[in-house]
Structures are given as C-alpha cells and as structure tokens.
C-alpha cells in the first residue's frame, strides 16, 4: 500500500500571498509522490490559486471551504514522480490571504497515473470533524483539516498524524492524517472547520518473467538438464 517515506514538512505564514518552504523526497522507494495539504484563512477576499514543486505545478485533487462566511479552506495538491531531494514546495494566493498553512509529505507506492481517486471534503461546526473515504483493497485514505484553534492546536487524530499545528497568535489549526476510509479530529471544543481527503491508489509494480526457467531451457539445449 501507499507509504510515507521522508519526514513531512509544514510552514505557516500570516497575512501574506504566498508560502514558500523546503521539503526534501527522498531517492529511496519506487512510485514516488508528493502531496499538499493547504490549510488558510480567508480574512482578505483572497484565494489559492496553485501550488508547485520544484517549480513543476501539482493538481488540485480536492477543496473545501469553511462553514463561516467561507473564511476556512482546506484543499490538497498531488504531483507524481516529484523531483527528488530538497526543493521548495511553492503555494500562491490570489490576493492576500490571513493566515496559509502547508503540509508536504512524500509517498511511496502510489499509482503514477492515477494517484488519488474518491476526493471528498465536508465542512460544518464540530468538536469532532470527520470525513468518510472511499477507500478499497490497497489504497490509503489521507485528510487534512483546517479549523479555529484560540482554544487548541493539538487535536487527536484517529488515524496516523503526517503533521500538525496553528497560526501566531492562535487562530486557524492545521492537521493532516492517513489511515483507513474513516478519518477523524477530536478537538476538545466546538469548532468551524473545513476538511478534504482523498484515496492515494496503491501500485506495487510488477517485474518480468521468471528467471530460472529461461536458464533451465538453456541448460536443456546444452545437454546439461
């Protein structure tokens, strides 16, 4: 299945339009990705407009806009075979944003064609935001969820945490997470959130045929075997 390799990396910036940070992919593994989650606050009318790795554009594979006045926003971007090593995961606004957080995490294993299927995203107000993901065979459910966090910034997650954090002063939380179809926060207070998810599609590869037939039929034709 679908694998993190590499350690996960996330900035936060305030009331800016753009964010800029250095996320290294490791050469080890084979059907490599990258994913974004983008966490922001829209307290300017502004927007996420792209994001890039290494100054490739990654696709936008799921969004979702908060329940108020939709100030919160949750969206995740996926590249695949993302240049390895350290490079600057890239994202831009359109016009000026409160508060844009980001979290890129490397993947291993991961269908090259079609990496994500079964996007989903919810929004609402909540002490427990969740998502329920499509998610079959192989495959691994990934969310993230962007939420008020005056009160808290250090959510449980249900699954297995990629990264986590909150804004300066506190005000916009940020966590991402991986595990089965049914991904959950437990924010300890009621809060507006906005979350997105999607179904990271398994691909193990595949080699040729066997070896030691192809040497037994040589053998044969020697006399040997």
């Not at 940020?174 to 049914?182: H, L």
């Not at 207070?189 to 997105?196: H, K, N, P």
Request: proline share 5%.
């Amino acid at each position: 299945m679908p694998s993190p390799i590499g350690t996960p990396s996330a900035q936060y910036v305030a009331a800016a339009s753009s964010n800029t940070f250095a996320h290294t992919v490791p050469a080890t593994g084979a059907r490599r990705a990258l994913r974004v989650f983008v966490a922001a606050y829209n307290g300017g009318g502004g927007s996420i407009s792209g994001v890039t790795y290494a100054g490739v554009s990654m696709t936008k594979v799921g969004a979702t806009y908060g329940a108020i006045a939709s100030d919160g926003i949750a969206e995740q971007y996926i590249l695949t075979n993302p240049a390895t090593g350290s490079n600057n995961v890239v994202i831009t606004a359109s016009g000026s944003l409160s508060e844009i957080m980001g979290i890129a995490s490397g993947w291993e294993d991961v269908d090259q064609t079609t990496p994500c299927i079964n996007d989903d995203g919810g929004s609402g107000s909540s002490d427990t935001p969740s998502l329920s993901l499509t998610v079959t065979g192989s495959d691994v459910g990934v969310a993230g969820v962007e939420f008020f966090s005056a009160n808290n910034d250090d959510p449980t997650e249900s699954d297995t945490l990629l990264a986590e954090g909150a804004s300066t002063p506190a005000q916009t939380g940020f966590s991402d997470q991986y595990g089965d179809g049914s991904l959950s926060w437990a924010l300890g207070f009621t809060s507006a959130y906005a979350v997105c998810g999607c179904a990271l599609v398994h691909d193990a590869g595949g080699g040729g045929g066997p070896v030691i037939p192809i040497f037994a039929h040589h053998y044969r034709q020697q006399g040997i075997a």
